[in-house]
């Protein structure tokens, strides 16, 4: 069995860069830091940094005093503000492609478009880019999610940096169809374009594919959609304890690939286990 590991495969810029922050600031106090939700969406990861001191909690009421780490998805300006009232001191992790997307959100928004944000509604890089706007955007996933809304003559169109392009391109498409005027940034992340667009071809050339991250992860769900559509035997995986070996008969040809928040080791042991698995 031949195995291609995806080069895009691992963590991104924002990612390692929010990581980075992390530890710079376990390593000066491991106490009284906080991160609001999971640092990244990886459980292995996660619960290693929450060994080393980084608490984990769901709202910002439940952070006495110290310091809160925004996290790469970012977070609305209501944050900011009541992590300053209450006298916190805050690491900013926020991705600056996710700042631009909150930026150009306020953009549109001053400039009276209907701000349209493709995009998952409860994902957390979403809910900042309402906020940011005073939650006055629509956001939709899919065409069909415009089904009996009010479209404006004037529209602006952002995406969620992690969006698959192909979804994105058909939505402005029909979008073309109702207003007068449209005004689109592109915001999806090179990182994660060209990761897709690597997942995308390998898919097509394997009898199996497998995508290692965390099952909480947009970005990982959205890797394994786009290779199942390609390849029928598409896997998602958190860790290599995951794997089944019985998923690999009579396959020829294999391809890796992994969210932007899979640390390298973990892709590793899946790509060991499954060269175990080699006849
Ligand atoms: S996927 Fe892109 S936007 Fe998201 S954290 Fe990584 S580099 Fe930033």
Same mark, same amino acid.
């Given at each position: 069995m031949e195995i291609v590991l995806a080069k895009t495969a691992g963590f991104c810029f924002g990612v390692r860069r929010a990581l980075d922050l992390v530890n710079e600031a376990l390593a000066l106090d491991k106490k009284d830091i906080y991160s609001l939700g999971p640092l990244i969406h990886n459980p292995g990861v996660v619960d290693n940094l929450s060994r080393e001191g980084l608490v984990e909690v769901d709202d910002l009421s439940k952070i006495p005093c110290g310091r809160i780490v925004i996290r790469s998805h970012g977070v609305g300006p209501q944050i900011y503000q009541q992590a300053v009232l209450k006298g916190l001191k805050i690491i900013d992790a926020t991705c600056p492609f996710v700042k631009n997307v909150h930026q150009l959100a306020v953009l549109l928004h001053e400039q009276c478009y209907q701000i349209i944000i493709v995009g998952e509604r409860e994902h957390a890089e979403v809910k900042g880019v309402l906020d940011s706007v005073n939650n006055d955007a629509m956001v939709i996933n899919q065409i069909h999610d415009l089904d009996g809304k009010f479209i404006s003559p004037k529209i602006g169109i952002i995406s969620q940096t992690t969006q698959d392009i192909a979804n994105f391109q058909t939505i402005v498409a029909h979008l073309l169809e109702y207003a007068k005027e449209i005004r689109v940034f592109n915001t999806i992340c090179l990182a994660t374009s060209k990761r897709q667009q690597e997942a995308a071809e390998l898919s097509k050339k394997v009898d199996l594919m497998i995508v290692v991250g965390g099952k909480n992860s947009a970005n990982t769900t959205r890797l394994w959609e786009i290779c199942r559509d390609n390849c029928s035997r598409s896997y998602q995986v958190e +860790? /290599?304890? &995951?794997?089944? /070996? &019985?998923?690999? %008969? +009579?396959? %020829?040809k294999a391809g890796i690939t992994a969210g932007a928040s899979t640390p390298d080791e973990q892709i590793q042991k899946v790509l060991k286990k499954i060269m175990k698995y080699r006849g």
């Open positions: +860790n /290599s304890d &995951e794997l089944m /070996s &019985e998923w690999f %008969k +009579n396959v %020829k």
